[in-house]
């Protein structure tokens, strides 16, 4: 029997259990040989589910099991996580995992040791939730020299950003519901804050790009200062705002981002809402390849996991170590000219002649909301929103000050996607 042991069984960990249990015969069937659960290593009793038959406390049981080949890690958080992933491999065991903290920080490390151990390393859960995107980067597009990638990463913000947009919801609000949905970090401020999409678009440039991006230096920028307005302005134009995750290979460098941008309608990536993630990459023979699908949650997630699963049962050891392991990647800034959306307030509206002499002549001049004063009849609040015409940072930073002097005060800025 392949026997496949799951450390951790929260949502995404008794995802993969329930996807064992449901799917052995099929699994048992493909390889000829009894496929299936073993062991679940939870701190929790699992008393009266349907995973307490396989309980156990110890790694070392599983570790000491020659019959167990795989070892599932769906812990979350880093160290931990990290310290069994080292273990089962030292231990001549197969990894798969979907925790990206852990690849995000030890991936070269663990690949080096999969490899000397002739056993695999898989990791196909820990981008994209149930979206194909490491192996097919990995191997179906190997051809290609991949030179870009823009994608919405993170299921959590991405379901925020939708809701507040479509409910007229509270940024609070759409977090609870996606904490109550599974989609969410243990600690969501990963989510929220950016992080999260950092070390998933780290985890695919090493990968595209053959050197190994360290997620810590990946300039990020979470949805926080994100408002209704914003979205009601950008729709206005005929924008989104999607958190964007991308990188850019040119001249040896990575230039590499993750933030809230203002997405064309019309965009490949504008339609994607709620839950959905998507994975936008360019290559020189294939241009523009899409990967779409569900980027969080218990199912979709086991799924990836139950496909690594496949795949190393298929292929249990590699010819070759990826490229990233060897090689750091140099990370640059991106100086390249953009448009942006600014939002300003003021206490009447700024003529738009004013605001295309500030910022030049293909200047958006958004919907100002005017509030009036009840009582006096007068203006007391306009917000009111530019899209520039592409310039660089320097010079969006000479031209921004000019907001002052015609009463307005900055309140965001955004980049557009183009
Ligand atoms: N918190 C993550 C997200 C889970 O919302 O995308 C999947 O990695």
Known sequence: ????AVCGCGVVGSGVCDALIHQREKLSRRFAREVGLAYVLDIRDLKGTPYEPYKTDSLETILSDPETEVVVITIGGLDLAADYCFRALKAGKHVVTSNKAVV???????????????????YEASVGGGIPIIRPLNICLYANDITEIQGILNGTT????TGMFRRHASFDEMLARAQRKGYAEADPTADVDGFDAARKIAILSSIAYGGFVDYRKVPCRGIRDVALVDHELADKAGFAIKLIAGSRFEGGKVFISVEPKLVPRGHLLSDVNSVYNAI?????YTGDSLFYGQGAGKEATASAVVGDIVELLEAPAVASLPEFVDKEAEIARDERPARYYIRFTSLRPVPAGALIDLFGDDTLCLYSKVEKDPWEDIDVD?????????????????KVPGLNPLGATLKLILKVLD
């Open 382 to 398: 306009v917000t009111g929103g530019v899209i520039t015409p592409a310039c660089t940072p320097e010079e969006l930073e000479a």
């Open 158 to 161: 991405n379901y925020m950003l």
């Open 280 to 284: 936008l990459t360019k290559g020189n």
């Open 1 to 4: 029997m392949y026997k496949i």
């Open 104 to 122: 995000a920080a030890h991936g070269p490390e663990l690949e080096r040791l999969a490899f000397s151990k002739n056993h695999r390393f898989m």
